[in-house]
């Protein structure tokens, strides 16, 4: 039995399936990914020409008896056929987005290096707040400005409050 | 048993681990550059050649993640 003009060549009695791939539209790492993934439900055996014409067998490892296995192996040929597609897109994708996939990676490599902010230090970068920091004179206030909003502005209550809870 | 494995689709390398990992199942050896395989069972296993090709692919795949 063959189907999809060709591609599918079915041999119910030795309880195999021929998938005839053209390297054109999937090429071989696009069938060996495909081929991986059937490892545990068939026996695969890759041969043919990979410039011309790739010859994918299939055999069930699941043994199938009487008129279920022509249609186990069909199944089997068209989702191998599925998958195919699935990973030529994949692979498609893969290339359209590899620049911004290095982008993002080298990105996320160049914020974690230790050794790059040694050498900003080394350079000379504005350090100014780290300085202020560990000086503590930010602290003082001699202008007496740093007043609280309610203490200043706030009804007499609070600030009345306020005073009872100082004494 | 004797049989034949793509070149162009299966690595020596690859076919090589295998027959280490098969050693305790079957004896073999890779004849010539057209990975032609010779396998003797030690005991009768069934498809031998099916799952020795699928281990090969196997080792392939790993091989590739490596």
């Known amino acids: 039995m063959q189907l999809g003009k060709n591609k599918l ?3 119910e009695e030795k309880g195999y399936v021929l998938i005839y791939v053209n ?8 069938i060996y990914s495909a081929a991986y993934v059937f490892l545990d439900r068939a026996y695969i055996l890759l041969d043919g020409d990979p410039k011309k014409e790739i010859i994918v067998e299939l055999r069930l490892k699941e043994k199938t008896e009487g008129k279920g296995k022509g249609k186990e192996l069909e199944k089997l040929g068209r989702e191998f056929g599925n998958e195919l597609l699935n990973y030529a897109d994949y692979k498609q994708r893969a290339e359209k987005t590899k620049e911004i996939k290095q982008l993002l990676l080298q990105r996320a490599l160049l914020t974690n290096d230790s050794s790059l902010k040694e050498s900003e230090e080394t350079v000379g970068f504005d350090n100014s707040s780290e300085e202020l920091e560990e000086d503590g ?6 202008e007496g400005i740093a007043i609280p909003w309610e203490e200043k502005y706030g009804s007499k209550e609070v600030k009345s409050k306020k005073k009872v809870k100082k004494k | 048993m004797i049989f034949k494995l793509n ?3 299966y690595s020596i390398e690859a076919v090589k681990e295998t027959l280490k990992d098969f050693r305790e199942v079957c004896k073999g050896k890779v004849l010539n550059d057209k990975i032609e395989i ?7 296993t ?6 020795f090709c699928n281990y090969v692919l196997g080792m ?7």
């Open chain 1, 137 to 142: 004179s930010y602290l003082e206030d001699p």
């Open chain 1, 9 to 11: 060549t079915i041999n």
């Open chain 2, 38 to 44: 010779e396998l003797y069972l030690r005991e009768d």
């Open chain 2, 46 to 51: 069934q498809q031998l050649k099916e799952e």
């Open chain 2, 60 to 66: 392939m795949k790993n091989k590739s993640l490596v």
């Open chain 2, 7 to 9: 070149r162009k689709f």
């Open chain 1, 23 to 30: 390297p054109k539209i999937y090429p071989l790492d696009v």
